[in-house]
């Protein structure tokens, strides 16, 4: 079936640091998602992409959808101690009837105060 | 606005009982999901209701499994008999959109089968 690889799989960094996250598939996507989910919570959405092309900023994070359409990336900058929680990717794929979200595998993040 | 209320929080249950998870979705919202999320499959989407009716249930892992959603404030997930593999956090979510996308997450409900 449809797979997102999104990696790393986990990261530590320093407080300040800036941070980098990915998601990748074989299959073109024509909606893009990044959400959040810290401990005993569900996801909360952070950014929506719904244009190939698209660089959306909330804050301190700012996401793209990939020129491809089969790939996105996160990036936190000046990270802080309540950035810590795992960060999920869904993509919702451009070709069928199945409108179902596919999400990937998150990414763990860890900040060092 | 309350957000997503699951219920209950926490369930542990032996094999063989029944379970049954609750939710009540964002007002106006007219989309919700059901969700599973376990360490090695992440996030799976079992179940999704439009209007009260079900939509897409290919993701309902067998017939020990079934939802329900007899008004637009109150949805059920029911696992009957429970397994111990059926052990994971079970997340409600609703949304404007059809299409899942932006959809609103509850707490979840924890459940361990023992």
């Known amino acids: 079936g449809q797979q997102l690889n999104q990696s790393p799989q986990s990261m530590f960094i320093q407080e300040g640091e800036d941070v980098s996250m990915n998601c990748t598939s074989s299959?073109?996507?024509?909606?893009w998602l990044w959400y959040k989910q810290e401990p005993g919570e569900g996801p909360v959405l952070l950014i929506a992409l719904y244009k190939a092309g698209e660089l959306t900023s909330n804050g301190r994070l700012t996401a793209q959808f990939g020129i491809t359409r089969k790939d996105s990336f996160l990036n936190i900058s000046a990270s802080i101690p309540s950035d810590v929680g795992i960060y999920f990717c869904a993509g919702q794929l451009s070709a069928g009837n199945n409108r179902k979200l596919i999400w990937g595998l998150g990414t763990s993040l860890g900040v060092n105060p | 606005d309350a957000g997503v209320i699951q219920s209950p929080r926490h369930e542990v249950t032996e094999m063989g009982q029944e379970v049954t998870l609750r939710c009540k979705p964002i007002s106006g919202h007219n989309s919700l999901f059901w969700y599973r999320q376990t360490m090695m499959r992440g996030l799976e989407l079992l179940i999704y209701f439009n209007n009260n009716v079900p939509i897409d249930d290919s993701g309902m892992p067998e017939d020990r499994f079934s939802a329900k959603m007899p008004n637009a404030s109150f949805s059920t997930l029911k696992i009957q008999p429970s397994e111990p593999r059926d052990s994971a956090v079970y997340f409600c979510?609703?949304?404007?959109?059809?299409?899942?996308?932006?959809?609103?997450f509850g707490q979840g409900t924890r459940l361990t089968v023992v």
């Open positions: 299959s073109i996507f024509n909606t």
């Open positions: 979510a609703s949304s404007l959109r059809t299409d899942g996308t932006e959809a609103f």
